[in-house]
């Protein structure tokens, strides 16, 4: 069975940093792009990061641009996002996606809130 489980999300003040986690299994992980999406509530689900297959070429939204990076083990099957600088606009459930072509496979989402 498919599975990318998100975790790492949680309540975090103004300017403070979280790191998510994205363990993928049952697909060949290493054969499979990487990409972050998140979604506030009453909004569109919008692009934050991609990665390639070795982790070679990375890309960023504009408004994360600076402030978050992605990364990928593939040895434990992982990506990760670290978050720095966190404001409230990036609250949000943020959600991993494998992307191989055609195929898509998203996680569960885990919830990022940004507030004092």
């Known amino acids: 069975q498919v599975q990318l489980v998100e975790s790492g999300g949680g309540l975090v003040q103004p300017g403070g940093s979280l790191r998510l986690s994205c363990v993928a299994s049952g697909f060949t992980f290493s054969n499979y792009a990487m990409r972050w999406y998140r979604q506030a509530p009453g909004k569109e689900r919008e692009l934050v990061a991609g990665i390639s297959i070795t982790g070679g070429s990375r890309s960023y939204a504009d408004f994360v641009r600076g402030r978050f990076t992605i990364s990928r083990d593939n040895a434990k099957t992982t990506v990760y996002l670290q978050m720095n600088s966190l404001k409230p606009e990036d609250t949000a459930v943020y959600y991993c996606?494998?992307?191989?072509?055609?195929?898509?496979?998203w996680g569960q989402g885990t919830q990022v809130t940004v507030s004092s």
């Open positions: 996606k494998a992307v191989q072509g055609t195929l898509n496979y």
